[in-house]
Structures are given as C-alpha cells and as structure tokens.
C-alpha cells in the first residue's frame, strides 16, 4: 500500500507538517530526517509501505502552482534533505519496512511556461547535474529504492515511456536499484494526452520496457489487454518476469509476508500516538520563517496597545495548511473542479451553491463545510488571530478581513482602513491559498502566469500606507513573496510559507520576540 508523506499522512489524528518549500527554507537536514520518521512511523502503523516522498523536484519558475511542495532551486540543498528524509524513512527496524518513492523524475518544475505536465525541453548537462543530482544523492547516500517520474514529456520522449530515462539513465548510470512507480495516471496519459501506441496495451508495453514496474492508480496500460499480449507470444514475457521481480523482492524486503496485517487496537495507538511529534512539526514551521525585512518595528513593543490584524488568512487557520496535506486533501472533496493529475474528477456541490473569490473562479473555502473539516481534523489548531491574542492579553487585537486572497475586490477596505486608523501596529497576511482543485490560487494543476500579490492587496497596502502607521506583511503562500508595493511601504515582512498545524504559534513567537526567525532564501 502506498500513501503520500510530503507534509505527513492522510490520517486522522496524524501530524502535519510545513511545506516543502518552507523546510528548505530551514536548512536543516537532521530535521528533515527526523520528520521522515514520523511520517513512516504513523503511516506503517497503519499498514503503509510506500511513502510517496521526498519530493526532488528542482523548482525555479515560480509560475508553477506546485513550487510549494519542493525544496526549492537549488540542487545541493534538496540533495542534502531528500537524502535526509529518505534514511529516516528506510531506517526502521521492525515489523514492516517502509521505503520511499521519491518524485517527480526528471525536470519535472523545468516544463514550459511553468505548466504543470508541459513539455520540459531540458539539455542533457542541465538534466543530469541539477535536475538529477538530487536523485543520484539519496541513490548513492541513502539507497533510495523507489522511484516516480514525472508527467513530462523530456526532449520530445514521455518520461514514463522512456528506455533513456528509466533504465539507461536511473539503473545503469545512477545506479538505482528499486521499484520504478507511475504518477497517478501517467501510463494512461502516454497514449491519452501524449499519443504514444497504438493502444493504451500498447503505450503500457512501452512503460514497461522503458523500466516502469508498477502503474498507479489503477490499471490503463497494464490491465487484461497487455496481459493478452504476453500470453499469446506478442509481448517478451522476460519483460514482465523483470517487473515481477523487483515487485516480490520489495515485499520480501518491507517485511510484508512476514507481517501481513497492520496494527491493532492500543498497539497501534501506541505506535501512531506521540505528542513529541507536534513539537516537531513546531520546530519545522519556526525554521522554516524568513524575516526579509525589518526596520526595527519588530519584535512588538510593549509600547504597542491597539493593533489591527487584517487579512483573509488571520482567521482561518486551514489557510496554514499547503498542497499534499490532509486538511487540503479532504477539502478537495468539496471542490467543484479538480485539478489533481490521475484522480477523478469531483463535483460534489451543485453549482449554484458555489461561492466563488469576487473577480475570480476560484471557489470559496470560506464556508461550513470547509470549517468542519477543520474542526474535525485539527480541533486545537489556532488562527493566527486566536494566537495573537491569547499570547497577547493585554493588549486590545481588532480584526477586519479586509481583502480577499485573489482579484482586485475592495468590498471590505473601509472597514479595514478604520481599523488601521486607531491601531498603533497593523499586522497584514498577505499572499494566496496554496492547496488543491477549485479552492487554490496554487497547488497541482493550478499554476499562475503572475507570481505577484493580488492587486486587491497590493491597492489595499498601499492606501493603509497614507495613514502612516507601522505594517508588518506576514506572507503565507507555496511561493515567496514578490511585491514591490510591500517592500517599498511595510515596515517588516515576514515569510511564513504555508507552515501547518503549529503555523499560527510559530509565526506570534516570532512577531513577539520569543523565537529569532532565521530561515533563508
């Protein structure tokens, strides 16, 4: 069985973790290991073997809605945490082993236009040296024994079809030596959208001389019909014994003959349970914070009495939560599109009961059924608002949502501006929803030809800027910041990424002095 483990499981009562993006910003390799294992603790507990993790991908066009799951544009880097994330995956002992799959190989974040899936015209020196050397790092380091391409096609030849890639390139220069997985619907999307055989049978063939061992997330290409092929003599039957082999070797080695079934009852509490991991997830989330700018307004002064929070991320906590968590999995259930390669479409809300961002096509989350999930899931999880001012009682903290998380809308800015009229420090979050389907500015499928601020925030900054008050931007987002209207008028500028379950504790502890936020660029 397989699951994602990007920013944990997708398990009630799991840990949530930062974005990829924000824990490279930590520079931290040892954490990184330390959050693999917990990850592949709770998700062993539960009978999961295959961790759909690290994510290797080498990201440098922020266009692309899927920039927050990597660890960022350079190689060493992710080099260093995917090998650290893959040992604290494949270092347990007992019971059954889990490996990780890591992704997306090869040049997956180099497409063009920054389109998720694109063609991605890559040179073989660029291919091999930064987009492959994550990959050879936790081959060579870490015995990586899983491994996903991309949905690419790479110089005019579809990734998951590919005998260059998978076999001539990952096994025999780099060395690999594990199972070779498909995205979800990649091998169906090699005759379907890349118009690769005859047939799916066909294109399904092609994978699996390419080096492909396993299609995810059901069978297109290795369904009945290519099983016909090899019974009746038109296929090499040496091609699937290969697949076969590497298959049986991985279940003999993760233990699962030996230990067949998941655990039970308080011996999975046990083992799933552990409130040491929250304080991990914690540390993850202050690390991961970027103070780009501080003219001495920050830490909060005691001097401060009145301050104006604003912004449509400060009182919605599941805006902490970025693309490949469960909180953004599970509202992907409400989505009226979707926008996650391989999976069905959903529309499980009638369309005229969408509410959508004003200006926009990208459909609210701010409604019940998203909040219950939140409730559900993370009950003790505060928004930022709720953090402020518990850690802040003596001090009077007024909110207004002021501006929304796209378009230009200004419904809300009178309101706002008064607040900041009376307040001694205005406290904005700034940025979009990073997460899954209709609900996101970014996330997978949904990538962006203007990586700026919304203009809505950018006009609001700017008219708060008239009334000369100190402002601090808290940015929360997949991709860094990029404004020039918030560097030319805030005060401090704090980036906070998308940072999860512990976001709102790690961000106040910053803005109060308690914790010094050093995370880079």
């Given at each position: 069985?397989?699951?994602?483990?990007?920013?944990?499981?997708?398990?009630?009562?799991?840990?949530s973790?930062?974005?990829?993006?924000g824990?490279?910003?930590?520079?931290?390799?040892?954490?990184?290991?330390?959050?693999?294992?917990?990850?592949?603790?709770?998700?062993?507990?539960?009978?999961i073997?295959?961790i759909?993790?690290?994510?290797?991908?080498?990201?440098?066009?922020?266009?692309?809605?899927?920039?927050g799951?990597?660890?960022?544009?350079?190689?060493?880097?992710a080099?260093?945490?995917?090998?650290a994330?893959?040992?604290?995956?494949?270092?347990?002992?007992?019971?059954?082993?889990t490996?990780?799959?890591?992704k997306?190989?090869?040049?997956?974040?180099?497409?063009?236009?920054?389109?998720?899936?694109?063609?991605?015209?890559?040179p073989?020196?660029l291919?091999e040296?930064?987009?492959?050397?994550?990959?050879?790092?936790?081959?060579?380091?870490?015995?990586?024994?899983?491994?996903?391409?991309?949905?690419?096609?790479?110089n005019?030849?579809?990734?998951?079809?590919?005998?260059?890639i998978?076999?001539?390139?990952?096994?025999?220069?780099?060395?690999?030596?594990?199972?070779?997985?498909?995205?979800?619907?990649?091998?169906?999307?090699?005759?379907?959208?890349?118009?690769?055989?005859?047939?799916?049978?066909?294109?399904?063939?092609?994978?699996?001389?390419?080096?492909?061992d396993?299609?995810?997330?059901?069978p297109?290409?290795?369904?009945?019909?290519?099983?016909?092929l090899?019974?009746?003599?038109?296929a090499?039957?040496?091609v699937?014994?290969?697949?076969v082999?590497?298959?049986?070797?991985?279940?003999?080695?993760?233990g699962?003959?030996?230990?067949?079934?998941?655990?039970?009852?308080?011996?999975?509490k046990r083992?799933?349970?552990?409130?040491?991991?929250r304080?991990?997830?914690?540390?993850?989330a202050?690390?991961?914070?970027?103070?780009?700018?501080?003219?001495?307004?920050?830490?909060?002064?005691?001097?401060?009495?009145?301050?104006?929070?604003?912004?449509?991320?400060?009182?919605?906590?599941r805006?902490?939560?970025?693309?490949?968590?469960h909180?953004?999995?599970m509202?992907?259930?409400?989505?009226?599109?979707?926008?996650?390669?391989?999976?069905?479409?959903?529309?499980?809300?009638?369309?005229?009961?969408?509410?959508?961002?004003?200006?926009?096509?990208?459909?609210?989350?701010?409604?019940?059924?998203?909040?219950?999930?939140?409730?559900?899931?993370?009950?003790?999880?505060?928004?930022?608002?709720?953090?402020?001012?518990?850690?802040?009682?003596?001090?009077?903290?007024?909110?207004?949502?002021?501006?929304?998380?796209?378009?230009?809308?200004q419904?809300?800015?009178?309101?706002?501006?008064?607040?900041?009229?009376?307040?001694?420090?205005?406290?904005?979050?700034?940025?979009?929803?990073?997460?899954?389907?209709?609900?996101?500015?970014?996330?997978?499928?949904?990538?962006g030809?203007?990586?700026?601020l919304?203009?809505?925030?950018?006009?609001?900054?700017?008219?708060?800027?008239?009334?000369?008050?100190?402002?601090?931007?808290?940015?929360?987002?997949?991709?860094?910041?990029?404004?020039?209207?918030?560097?030319?008028y805030?005060?401090?500028?704090?980036?906070?990424w998308?940072?999860?379950?512990?976001?709102?504790?790690?961000?106040?502890s910053?803005?109060?002095?308690?914790?010094?936020?050093?995370?880079?660029?």
């Amino acid at each position: 069985f397989h699951m994602e483990g990007l920013c944990g499981p997708f398990i009630q009562d799991s840990i949530s973790f930062p974005a990829g993006i924000g824990r490279g910003a930590g520079f931290h390799p040892e954490l990184e290991e330390k959050i693999a294992e917990i990850v592949s603790r709770q998700e062993a507990a539960c009978g999961i073997t295959h961790i759909l993790a690290p994510v290797l991908d080498i990201s440098r066009d922020s266009r692309m809605g899927r920039q927050g799951e990597t660890y960022g544009e350079d190689p060493t880097l992710a080099s260093a945490l995917g090998a650290a994330y893959t040992r604290g995956t494949q270092k347990n002992e007992a019971g059954r082993k889990t490996e990780s799959v890591a992704k997306h190989f090869l040049a997956f974040h180099n497409s063009n236009g920054g389109i998720h899936g694109a063609v991605s015209d890559t040179p073989p020196r660029l291919l091999e040296e930064i987009y492959g050397k994550p990959f050879q790092a936790c081959i060579r380091e870490s015995n990586l024994l899983g491994i996903m391409p991309c949905y690419c096609t790479i110089n005019g030849e579809p990734a998951s079809a590919s005998h260059k890639i998978l076999t001539e390139l990952l096994r025999k220069e780099m060395g690999f030596t594990g199972l070779c997985f498909s995205d979800y619907g990649a091998v169906g999307n090699t005759h379907g959208s890349q118009h690769v055989g005859e047939t799916p049978q066909e294109a399904g063939l092609m994978c699996l001389k390419a080096g492909m061992d396993i299609e995810l997330p059901k069978p297109e290409g290795f369904g009945e019909k290519l099983q016909e092929l090899f019974r009746e003599g038109k296929a090499d039957i040496h091609v699937l014994d290969q697949a076969v082999l590497r298959v049986l070797t991985a279940k003999f080695r993760m233990g699962l003959f030996e230990n067949p079934y998941s655990l039970q009852g308080e011996e999975l509490k046990r083992v799933f349970m552990n409130p040491a991991d929250r304080e991990v997830s914690l540390q993850s989330a202050k690390e991961s914070l970027v103070l780009l700018k501080n003219n001495g307004v920050l830490p909060i002064k005691d001097s401060i009495k009145k301050i104006a929070v604003i912004g449509p991320h400060a009182d919605y906590a599941r805006k902490f939560f970025g693309g490949y968590t469960h909180m953004c999995m599970m509202e992907s259930t409400y989505a009226i599109a979707n926008s996650i390669a391989g999976v069905s479409g959903m529309r499980n809300i009638d369309p005229k009961d969408i509410v959508t961002v004003p200006g926009t096509n990208i459909q609210s989350d701010e409604t019940e059924e998203f909040d219950a999930i939140l409730r559900r899931q993370k009950p003790q999880c505060r928004s930022l608002l709720e953090e402020l001012r518990a850690k802040l009682p003596g001090k009077e903290i007024h909110y207004s949502y002021g501006y929304y998380i796209a378009g230009e809308d200004q419904t809300y800015f009178d309101e706002a501006i008064k607040l900041v009229e009376e307040a001694d420090l205005v406290i904005l979050t700034l940025g979009g929803k990073h997460g899954t389907c209709s609900m996101a500015s970014m996330g997978e499928g949904v990538d962006g030809s203007n990586i700026n601020l919304p203009k809505g925030q950018d006009l609001f900054i700017q008219k708060a800027a008239e009334l000369g008050k100190p402002m601090v931007g808290v940015h929360i987002d997949g991709r860094p910041i990029s404004s020039d209207v918030a560097d030319q008028y805030l005060d401090a500028i704090l980036e906070a990424w998308s940072p999860s379950e512990t976001g709102a504790e790690a961000i106040v502890s910053a803005l109060i002095g308690e914790y010094n936020p050093g995370g880079k660029m």
